[in-house]
Nanobody
Framework: QVQLVESGGGLVQAGDSLRLSCAAS????????MAWFRQAPEEDPGKERE???????????NYADSVKGRFTISRDNAKNTVYLQMNSLKPVDTAVYYC????????????????WGQGTQVTVSS
């Protein structure tokens, strides 16, 4: 059974940092692309989730322009866990953050990901 379990969200002030974690099980983690997406609370749930970052293998990464230089995605294949280090957080980063997985290369569209976690809330106050 595939599981993706996110943790690490919370309420912080602008300029603070948070590290999200996503523990994976039930599929071949080390050979999968792992990604983070987000969805702001005021958005229509039917709207496509916003791509944040993705990683395949150890160091092949891709970031949304809005988070480049502030967020870092990494993975620990021994622990089947992917991380998102978020620095210099802004109120516009407020969203539910989702972990996702797919076989194959990095993709930026949410409908190309097969497995999803339940999400973790990140709220950044000004």
């Amino acid at each position: 059974q595939v599981q993706l379990v996110e943790s690490g969200g919370g309420l912080v002030q602008a300029g603070d940092s948070l590290r999200l974690s996503c523990a994976a099980s039930g599929f071949s983690f080390s050979s999968s692309t792992m990604a983070w997406f987000r969805q702001a609370p005021e958005e229509d749930p039917g709207k496509e989730r916003e791509f944040v970052a993705a990683i395949i293998w150890a160091f092949n990464t891709n970031y949304a322009d809005s988070v480049k230089g502030r967020f870092t995605i990494s993975r620990d294949n021994a622990k089947n866990t992917v991380y998102l280090q978020m620095n210099s957080l802004k109120p516009v980063d407020t969203a539910v953050y989702y972990c996702a997985a797919r076989r194959g290369s990095i993709a930026k569209k949410s409908d190309e990901y097969v497995y999803w976690g339940q999400g973790t809330q990140v709220t950044v106050s000004s």
